[in-house]
Nanobody, 123 residues
Framework: EVQLVESGGGLVQAGGSLRLSCAAS????????IGWFRQAPGKEREGVSC????????DYTDSVKGRFTISRDNAGNTVYLEMNNLKPEDTATYYC????????????????WGRGTRVTVSS
C-alpha cells in the first residue's frame, strides 16, 4: 500500500523558514518522481515543486523559485521541501504526491497523495 506522510508545517512569521518532509512507503521510492503541491482556502490545488527519479531533476513554480528547495533522500525514502523567506501568500496546506510527471507537476497527473501539512505565514 502506497503511503505518503507529510510533516513539518506550522505557524511562522513572514521571512521565516520551514522544512517540510514527505515520508514514503509501499513502492520503489527511487523509481518515481515526487511532487509537492499546495492548496489555499478557496483556491485550486497547485504544483509547487517536483523532483524526478534517477538524477533528481527539479522544477519549481515561478512564485517559489529562489526561496524553496526540494531534495530527496533515497536511502530514507523521504523528500524534503526547504522553504525560506516565507510570505503570507505561501499560506496553504501542502501535500506530497507520487506517480506523476516532473517537470511541470499537475495535480491531476499524480495518483497517490498524503493528507497534507498546514503552513501558515503571518504578516
Amino acid at each position: 500500500e502506497v503511503q505518503l506522510v507529510e510533516s513539518g508545517g506550522g505557524l511562522v512569521q513572514a521571512g521565516g523558514s520551514l522544512r517540510l518532509s514527505c515520508a514514503a512507503s509501499g513502492f520503489t521510492f527511487d523509481d518515481y518522481a515526487i511532487g509537492w503541491f499546495r492548496q489555499a482556502p478557496g483556491k485550486e490545488r497547485e504544483g509547487v515543486s517536483c523532483i524526478g527519479s534517477g538524477d533528481g531533476n527539479t522544477d519549481y513554480t515561478d512564485s517559489v523559485k529562489g526561496r524553496f528547495t526540494i531534495s530527496r533522500d533515497n536511502a530514507g525514502n523521504t523528500v524534503y521541501l526547504e522553504m525560506n523567506n516565507l510570505k503570507p501568500e505561501d499560506t496553504a496546506t501542502y501535500y506530497c504526491a507520487v506517480n506523476g510527471l516532473c517537470p511541470r507537476p499537475r495535480p491531476y497527473e499524480y495518483d497517490y497523495w498524503g493528507r497534507g501539512t498546514r503552513v501558515t505565514v503571518s504578516s
